[in-house]
């Protein structure tokens, strides 16, 4: 999940985000794996334009013309958002938005909840966490180990040890 956090440090730009890709009410930002820090100018630094700034550096996305093109809109409409002249997104451009950016169309629009989309999952997944969860701590380890050797009794690559040597293959004759 991507946390906003607002910080008064020094502004660091690691993903070579293009300058104008923070301007208006921000200084800088610093984003590391989980969160981005926002040093703001103002008082009000989470208008609209700020949200989606901090969605596009979340992304990758250097540019309102790269944002413009995944979204396929024209590049006036995307400027016209970035530099405050709306407010407010009609519903079919903030669901776009909201799918491009994976961002929480709600946080885009009301700056309410988390800025991540939820994680959609399946049942199934929701009953296997749910079963872990109810496990004694000390069972869930040997849980675990259970489930790495039926994997590797099907020939498949554990996803919770992906970095474990595997094994040697045997020599056919």
Known sequence: MLAIVHDGGLPVNPTGLHPTGLRGP???????????????KGEDDMTLAGRIRIGMAAKGIKSPAELA??????RQ????????????????????????????ARWLALKEGAPSKPKEVSMEYERVLDLYDALPDKVRDSWIQSGDALLTAAGEESRAQPFRPKPAASAKR
């Open 26 to 40: 921000y200084s800088g930002f610093q984003m590391t794996k989980d969160s981005i820090k926002i040093k703001a």
């Open 69 to 74: 093109g995944k979204m396929k809109l024209r």
């Open 77 to 104: 409409t995307i400027h016209k958002w970035m530099s405050g002249q709306v407010e407010k997104l009609e519903p079919e451009y903030l669901f776009r938005l909201s799918d491009v950016l994976e961002m929480s």
